[in-house]
C-alpha cells in the first residue's frame, strides 16, 4: 500500500507562488490577507486536503480557538440539544468544540477535564457544579472562563446558566396537587445532583400540602423500560397511589405506557408528569404532561457568554436563569 506524504504550507506556498507566512496569517484570521489571495489559498486547502497542525500553537500557549464541552452522556436527547445550541454560536465564530463524557462520575469528570486542559483549550463548558477538589484546583490553575449549566440553585465556581431544578419539580408537583392528586410518588434514576435536586422539589411541595413524599429510586439509567419496571415497585410499595412525578420523560413515558398495558387509566386512576418536554411525551396519548426546559438556549448563552468572556468583555452575571415552562399536556 503507498503512503501518501501528507501535504504541507511550502506544499501549498509553493504552488501558489506565496510565501508559506502568507498562508500562515490566511490560517489564522483570513482577513489578514487580500480577498482574492485568501480565495486562492482556501481553494488549495481543499485540493491539496492540508490539515493546519495545531500542536506549535499549543505548545507556545497561544489561542487554540477550541473549546471544551463536558457532557454525562453523548445519547441523552437532553445534552444532544445543549451541545447543538453550543456548536450554533461556537461554529459561527470559528472555535472548535472538544466534546467529552463522563457518564455522571465525579472520577471520569476530573479525568476528562484533566485531558482537555491538556491541549490548552480556550474555555470549558461543564455539565454539573459538583466537582472534586482536585477538579476544583485544576480549573483554578488552568485560569480560563468556565460555565457550568443545567442548573442555578446554586453559586458556581465563576459562572452558571440554566434553571432552578428545584423550583421547577416543586411547580409541577404543586400542579399535581392542585389539581386533586395527593398520592404523588417520585420516580428517579441514576441519583446524580439534578435528580436529587429534583427530588428536593418534590419533597418541598408534598411537605407544603401536608402530603407524605414518596420515592422510588433506581441506580441504573433511564430508560422507558426501567419506567415500566418502577411502576410496579410504585404499584406494590403504594398500592393507593394516585400521581407519580419522573425526574425526566423517559421514566414517565415508560410508566404511562406500562399503565396503558395492565388497563389503569391515565389520568383518571394514575396521573403521570415527566421532566424536560422531549418530543416524543408530546407525541403520545395521552399527552405528557411535562417541565419543558430551555436546552438549545443554554447552549447558545453558555457559548455567547464564554466567548464574550474571551474578549475581556465582562459577564452578564453569575447567575443566568432562563427558567421552564409548565407544560400540562393530558396525562394530569
Avoid: W
Wanted: with cysteine; net charge positive; aromatic share 6%.
Amino acid at each position: 500500500m503507498t503512503k501518501h506524504k501528507r501535504p504541507t504550507l511550502q506544499d501549498i506556498a509553493n504552488h501558489l507562488g506565496v510565501t508559506k507566512m502568507t498562508i500562515s496569517r490566511y490560517l489564522r484570521n483570513p482577513a489578514s490577507v487580500a480577498e482574492e489571495t485568501g480565495k486562492r489559498i482556501a481553494k488549495a486547502i481543499e485540493e491539496f486536503g492540508y490539515i493546519p497542525n495545531r500542536a506549535p500553537d499549543i505548545l507556545s500557549n497561544a489561542k487554540s480557538r477550541a473549546i471544551g464541552v463536558l457532557v454525562p452522556s453523548l445519547t441523552n436527547q437532553v445534552f444532544a440539544d445543549v451541545i447543538k445550541g453550543i456548536e450554533e454560536i461556537t461554529d459561527e465564530a470559528g472555535y472548535q468544540t472538544m466534546l467529552a463524557h463522563y457518564g455522571y462520575s465525579e472520577k471520569k469528570e476530573e479525568q476528562r477535564i484533566e485531558s482537555l486542559l491538556s491541549y490548552n483549550v480556550d474555555g470549558i463548558i461543564l455539565s454539573e457544579n459538583s466537582h472534586s477538589e482536585r477538579t476544583k484546583k485544576m480549573l483554578q490553575v488552568a485560569n480560563i472562563p468556565v460555565i457550568e449549566i443545567m442548573d442555578t440553585s446554586e453559586i458556581g465556581i465563576q459562572q452558571v446558566i440554566g434553571f432552578d431544578n428545584i423550583a421547577a419539580a416543586q411547580a409541577m408537583v404543586e400542579t399535581m396537587i392542585k389539581r386533586g392528586y395527593k398520592k404523588i410518588v417520585y420516580f428517579s434514576a441514576r441519583l446524580d445532583k439534578r435528580t436529587q435536586l429534583k427530588m428536593q422539589g418534590y419533597q418541598q411541595a408534598m411537605k407544603k400540602y401536608q402530603l407524605s413524599p414518596r420515592i422510588i429510586a433506581t441506580k441504573e439509567h433511564s430508560s422507558f423500560t426501567h419506567g415500566a419496571e418502577l411502576l410496579h415497585q410504585a404499584l406494590k410499595q403504594y398500592p393507593d397511589i394516585d400521581g407519580i412525578f419522573c425526574t425526566n420523560d423517559d421514566l414517565a413515558i415508560g410508566a404511562l405506557f406500562e399503565c396503558q398495558r395492565l388497563g389503569i387509566k391515565v389520568p383518571k386512576q394514575i396521573a403521570i408528569a415527566g421532566f424536560h418536554g422531549h418530543d416524543v411525551g408530546q407525541s403520545i396519548t395521552p399527552q405528557l404532561a411535562t417541565v419543558i426546559t430551555p436546552r438549545l438556549q443554554i447552549g447558545r448563552i453558555a457559548a455567547q457568554e464564554l466567548l464574550a468572556r474571551l474578549q475581556n468583555i465582562p459577564a452578564q452575571s453569575s447567575i443566568i436563569n432562563l427558567g421552564y415552562q409548565i407544560h400540562l399536556g393530558e396525562s394530569i
